[in-house]
């Protein structure tokens, strides 16, 4: 069961079409053995574990906190406390919406609600034919470009509820985004010339807003909303 569940989250991998979950249990215990003396080493070992199974289920936990010598709660707590981790099997394409405050109150709520409303599933659902899955998350660094999503590795910004359609078309194309895409490093300089609202009601001002709905590559750390 659980290596159909990989070859559903990797179709193209001919890998994961034969491993049984004995298999994807031993290259785990690999990466464990390779870790256990190493301070932090939760967290890298979690990530590994996830690109092995395609998300964690409870025997890799179990597995994982046995061979590090914690507890499962703690092992547990950890997944539960950032968004990259995922204990059931998500789509292809992994969505996030943005609720910070800068994407909430430029309307990240009504991209959510036309995402939903479109894809037909709910926060923490993915799609039947596993193509999208569609979480919540706070800030992306880029509250200047709200309201914000990402796509897997890819910043789209400045979305409007009524072009959450031809983005999510572009990814399942398997062609990727279509839009421009700047580096991660630019972030902060396509963000100079907006107002961003911040927390408590400050607001920001620079001299020149940029175009729009661009796409930059984010990475996927956060923070549990």
Do not use: W
Request: negative net charge; glycine residues 10%.
């Amino acid at each position: 069961m659980m290596a159909e569940q990989a070859k559903e989250r990797n179709p193209g991998c001919t890998g994961c079409e034969e491993a049984s979950e004995e298999e994807l249990l031993r290259r785990l215990d690999e990466v464990i053995a390779n870790y256990k003396t190493r301070p932090g080493a939760l967290i890298p070992v979690l990530q590994m574990a996830q690109g092995i199974f395609g998300y964690l289920p409870e025997v890799a936990l179990k597995r994982i906190a046995r061979g590090l010598g914690k507890s499962y709660s703690e092992v547990a707590g950890v997944v539960s406390f950032y968004s990259f981790f995922s204990t059931v099997p998500r789509g292809r394409n992994l969505i996030r919406v943005c609720l910070g405050t800068a994407c909430y109150v430029r309307g990240g709520m009504k991209v959510l609600e036309a995402l939903k409303k479109h894809l037909g599933i709910d926060v923490g659902e993915t799609t039947p034919d596993r193509e999208f899955s569609l979480e919540v998350a706070r800030c992306f660094g880029a509250c200047g470009l709200s309201p914000v999503i990402t796509i897997n590795d890819n910043v789209h910004h400045r979305v409007k509820p009524t072009r959450v359609a031809e983005v999510l078309a572009q990814y399942a194309s398997n062609d990727g985004p279509q839009d421009q895409v700047v580096r991660a490093d630019e972030v902060q300089a396509t963000t100079e010339g907006l107002e961003v609202p911040r927390p408590g009601g400050e607001v920001i001002a620079d001299e020149a807003p940029v175009g729009p709905s661009e796409a930059v590559s984010a990475g996927a750390g956060e923070r549990r909303v």
